[in-house]
Each structure stands twice: as C-alpha cells, then as structure tokens.
C-alpha cells in the first residue's frame, strides 16, 4: 500500500489546514461559474488580474477601490469560489467583523493574523515559525483583505514582515519578495472610515492610512465605478452617499461672519433621529430594537451597527 508522505501527514494534522481544505470543489465551481456569468468588464478585469497573479507565481500585490454597491464583495466571491474549486487556499479577511461576516470564510484580520492590538514602525504578528497558522499562511496562494483603508498601515507592514519571515528558511527568495511572494488583494473605499487614531489630528489619519505605506509603491490599482445595486432607493441612497464622501452633498449655509472650517450637510428627515434627549440611549434602542430577545441571533447582529469615525461618543 502506498505511505501517505511527510508533508501530507503534517497537513492532515493541521486544523487550520484542514478546514481550508473542506471545501465541496464541486459545489464552489457551480457557485463560482454562475458569479463568473454576470461579472461585468471592470470586475471581469480584476478577476483576470488576480488569477493571473496566483497561476504565474507573480505574487502581486493588488488595491480594489470602489464606493459601496460597485460589487466588491461579488467579485471577491467570485475569486474565493474559483479559488476554493482548485483545493487551493484563500483567506477572506475584513478589518471589522461586520465586513468579515459577508466573506465566506471570513474573520477579522487582527483574528486570522494575530496582528497586534498596540502596533509599532516594527511591529510583528504573533505567528511562530512551525506553527498551525504558519503553515496554512505558507499553503495559502491568495489574501483578501475588505476595508483595508480603514485600518493602520502597520497592521499591513506587520503582515508583510511576517509572511517573508515564516516563509525564508524554505524559500530564500520570500525574504525579498512583498508578503513573501504570495499574492495580496486589498479592497474598500477612501471615502469612507479611515484609521480611527484616538484623540488623533487629521495628519495622523493621514499618515496611519495605507497609501502611506512603504507597500503602497508596489500596488496595482483597480478601480470599480458601476454602481450594481439593482432597487431604485438603494441607487439614489448610494448616489447621495457619493457626494457626502466626494464633498459635493447639498450644504447648510453657514452664519455669515461664521469661521467653521467644517461643513454641516443636509440629512434627509427620514435618515435622522430626531430627539433632545438621552440621545446616546434613543440610538442605541432604535439600531437594536429588542436587543434582549434577539442578541444571539446572528442575522439581527450582522444586520445593524452603530460607527462613531472619531471614536469619539460626546
Ligand atoms: N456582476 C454582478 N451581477 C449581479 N449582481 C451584482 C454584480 N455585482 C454586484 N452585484 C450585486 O450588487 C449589490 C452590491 O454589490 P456588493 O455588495 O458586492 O458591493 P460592495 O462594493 O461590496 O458594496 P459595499 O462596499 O457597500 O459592501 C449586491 O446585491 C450584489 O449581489
């Protein structure tokens, strides 16, 4: 009889590596082929890109910018299901749980990587050479990453460190290579959260972001513009949306004689609480009504969050 080999054996005793593994490769590549059908030519585009990176070994280092609804999260599905068809390991990450919910797959990325939660200039994650995680991260050909511009480019730079350092003693050639020669796709929106520095001034988002990043010089942009969300008050929702993000949205004029540097923008009455009182106390129970009844439901959770961009509650 045959004897499974070292490697295999070393794998199969590997939990991380086996439940990446599970996947139906049947069941993916007919989920994959019906994704694949509706792509239209600007995630067709990315699709090629990313394959292409991971079938030639070109371990590219990729950033997918669009506004909500441009189809991100379907196009990342797309790539996972191609991915997971092939026996082969993709991990979907998110910098907030909320966005790590709609990855199949999906977990953090402070989870998946054991980033660290008091980032330095060189900070590593906290992955042993040999371990569990080592390994899947040395298997794994691609990483997703969602609302990558919403968390610290340390968190990347920490990443990158780790991959080449885990990766080298097999392969000398990892040390030299961004994330050790693995292929990288990073997704989300400018406009949208950035870093959240407590108490931070404006320069310090800036510079916490990851365009500011040693890594950002290596990138290739994709850019996606069509807005793919199909019900009409979704549309005009993600229209309005665009113009707050792009600084274009409809204003409240100022008090002549006022020195505000910042905008005040109209809100449609519909989108607003309006209320003087325990204020805090209204949003919460009006974002989740009947909290105690349904706070283990995972679709009432995944369904609402409340986000504060300046950490910051008064
Ligand atoms: N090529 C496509 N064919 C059919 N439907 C699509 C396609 N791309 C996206 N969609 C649909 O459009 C809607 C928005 O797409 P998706 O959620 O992927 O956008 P997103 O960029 O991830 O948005 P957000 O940043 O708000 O999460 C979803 O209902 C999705 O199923």
Same mark, same amino acid.
């Given at each position: 009889?045959? $004897? ?12 991380? *590596? ?26 067709? +585009?990315? @699709? ?5 990176? *991971?079938?030639?070994?070109?371990? $590219? ?36 749980? *909320? ?12 989870? =998946? ?6 980032? $330095? ?11 569990? +995680?080592?390994? +899947? ?7 997703? &990453? ?12 920490? +990443? ?16 030299? =290579?961004? @994330? ?20 931070? =001034? ?23 513009? $069509?807005?793919? =969300? ?6 005009? @929702?993600?229209? &309005? ?23 005040? *923008? ?24 009947? @909290? ?23």
């Amino acid at each position: 009889m045959p $004897q499974p080999n070292k490697a295999m054996l070393k794998d199969l005793n590997n939990t991380y *590596i086996t439940e990446e593994n599970s996947y139906d490769e049947e069941e993916q590549q007919r989920e994959h082929e019906t994704l694949l059908a509706s792509l239209n030519d600007e995630q067709r +585009l990315v @699709f090629g890109g990313v394959m292409d990176s *991971i079938e030639c070994g070109k371990g $590219q280092f990729f950033f997918l910018n669009g506004a909500g609804g441009t189809g991100k999260t379907y196009l990342y599905q797309t790539i996972i299901t191609k991915i997971r068809s092939l026996q082969k390991i993709v991990l979907p990450v998110a910098s907030s749980g *909320i966005a790590a919910l709609l990855l199949p797959g999906g977990r953090t990325a402070h989870s =998946r990587f054991k980033i660290p939660l008091n980032l $330095q200039e060189h900070s590593m994650c906290d992955i042993k050479p040999g371990s569990m +995680l080592a390994e +899947l991260l040395k298997e794994t050909v691609l990483i997703i &990453w969602d609302e990558a511009p919403m968390t610290h480019r340390q968190a990347f730079e920490a +990443l990158d460190r780790t991959i080449r350092d885990i990766s080298s003693p097999e392969d000398p050639n990892a040390a030299n =290579r961004l @994330f050790g020669g693995k292929t990288v796709l990073l997704g989300g929106d400018f406009r949208q959260i950035l870093p959240v520095i407590a108490e931070g =001034r404006r320069q310090d988002t800036v510079s916490a972001a990851i365009n500011r990043s040693y890594l950002w010089d290596s990138c290739k942009f994709y850019n996606l513009t $069509q807005n793919m =969300r199909l019900r009409v008050e979704e549309k005009t @929702f993600a229209r &309005w949306i665009l113009q707050v993000g792009d600084g274009n949205a409809a204003k409240i004029n100022r008090p002549m004689g006022s020195c505000e540097e910042v905008d005040v *923008i109209k809100i449609e009455g519909k989108l607003m609480l309006e209320t003087e009182e325990n204020q805090l106390e209204r949003l919460a129970a009006s974002v989740y009504t009947d @909290f105690y009844a349904s706070y283990d439901d995972r679709e009432y959770i995944t369904e609402r969050a409340i986000l504060t961009p300046k950490n910051d509650s008064s």
